[in-house]
């Protein structure tokens, strides 16, 4: 999994990039990475509408599972006051998402650790909420994710989840975003995702298809990034992007997979 999201020289990348963008890398704003550091379908528009819905506030302690370089949970901590805590798996992520963190001066909100989302390294019960965001495609058992995430929340604490999910219509078209092959991809239907978040013990209170939304939201991706890039895009943390962005599209298109986006509570 790392080819596909680890280069190796993300952090000098970012950096001379806001440089370039006439930023400051030592104090970096909150919109200065909105073009790469929230990597899932529509962006921060997501992560606020996810937030909302799962109704994210100060008091929050909330586990980001497969946080990537940590742009929502930055995002979180920010625009909410709760606390963060990221897990991911790839170390590169976790290091340029920490020292973005830094330079952001939300270090005493926003800690990411290097972990696996199925193997968590916290008691149960130590957080509010547990949220993911397109980081389930990568998970072969998802069974195991979602027992884990709700054995780390706290009887009526959250889920917050929005994810791609299969679609009836099989194989996809690759590469994509979180795979170049289906080595890497582990998608089930959404009914699938739907009984094993029950199972888990959470009881769902929002459930909605949000495919319509991400099919022009990766066609127009696509052909915007098929010019030059700029200095700051999601190309600095994978390759062959309009190739993914346009397979995307039309996965979504061709309803061989789908966007879910779902809150639950834990029982
Ligand atoms: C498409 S990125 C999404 C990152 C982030 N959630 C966001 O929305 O910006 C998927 C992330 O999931 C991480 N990931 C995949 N499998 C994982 C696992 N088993 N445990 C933790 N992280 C995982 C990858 O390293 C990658 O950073």
């Known amino acids: 999994m790392e080819a596909v999201y680890s280069t190796g020289h993300i952090l000098p990348s970012i950096l001379n990039g806001l440089v370039a963008a006439g930023k400051d890398p030592e104090h970096i704003g909150p919109d200065d990475l909105v073009m790469l550091e929230e990597f899932h379908t529509l962006g921060p528009m997501a992560t606020a509408a996810l937030a909302q819905a799962s109704g994210i506030g100060p008091e929050d302690q909330v586990l980001d599972a497969g946080c990537g370089i940590g742009g929502p949970a930055r995002h979180l901590a920010r625009a909410y006051g709760c606390r963060v805590t990221g897990v991911d798996f790839t170390p590169e992520f976790v290091e340029v998402g920490n020292e973005l963190t830094r330079r952001a001066g939300l270090a005493d909100r926003v800690d990411i650790v290097q972990g696996d989302a199925t193997d968590l390294p916290f008691p149960p019960g130590r957080f509010d909420v547990a949220w993911t965001q397109h980081a389930a495609m990568n ?23 929005f994810d791609v999910v299969g679609g009836p219509i099989q194989p996809l078209h690759f ?87 779902c809150v639950a509570v834990a029982g």
């Open 175 to 261: 590469p994509v975003p979180w795979a170049d092959d289906p080595a890497w991809s582990f998608l089930e239907p959404a009914d699938r995702i739907r009984d094993l978040v029950q199972e888990a013990g959470f009881g769902i209170t929002l459930w909605e298809d949000l495919t319509e939304q991400a099919i022009p939201f990766f066609a127009a991706a696509a052909v915007a990034m098929a010019a030059p890039p700029g200095p700051l895009g999601i190309h600095l943390l994978v390759d062959n992007v309009p190739t993914k962005f346009g397979n995307l599209a039309r996965n979504f298109e061709e309803d061989r997979a789908r966007v879910i986006r």
């Open 139 to 161: 998970i072969a058992d998802k069974a195991l994710l979602y027992r884990e995430l709700r054995r780390v929340v706290k009887p009526g604490g959250r889920l917050a989840l």
